[in-house]
């Protein structure tokens, strides 16, 4: 079984930045996908970004330039830093691992940027 706990999300100002964590417990293996997704009130989840365990990375186009996922494969720990926030960011922010062949999700953390 996998466990995932998200933190370090709340309330920002637009153009803010925050830093997102998730840290991954259980059967945690070497070779793995991790990654961010979000979902709006009355909309669907969408991809954020993704990270394998070997480091390559992709991002929703919405994102990039602005956020930047990493892991910290030895303490199971995935990141995601949010800068210039966006009112349209605001979100539920989830994350995500794949491994074994199943997914596993995080029970979300919330994300407002307002003024």
């Known amino acids: 079984q996998v466990r995932l706990v998200e933190s370090g999300g709340g309330l920002v100002q637009p153009g803010g930045s925050l830093r997102l964590s998730c840290a991954a417990s259980?059967?945690?293996?070497?070779?793995?996908?991790m990654g961010w997704f979000r979902q709006a009130p009355e909309k669907q989840r969408e991809l954020v970004a993704t990270?394998?365990?070997?480091?390559?990375?992709n991002y929703a186009d919405s994102v990039k330039g602005r956020f930047t996922i990493s892991r910290d494969s030895a303490n199971n720990t995935l990141y995601l830093q949010m800068n210039s926030l966006k009112p349209e960011d605001t979100s539920v922010y989830y994350c995500?691992?794949?491994?074994?062949?199943?997914?596993?999700w995080g029970q979300g953390t919330q994300v407002t940027v307002s003024s």
């Open positions: 995500w691992i794949y491994v074994s062949g199943n997914n596993y």
């Open positions: 259980g059967s945690i293996f070497t070779s793995n996908r």
């Open positions: 990270i394998t365990s070997g480091g390559a990375t």
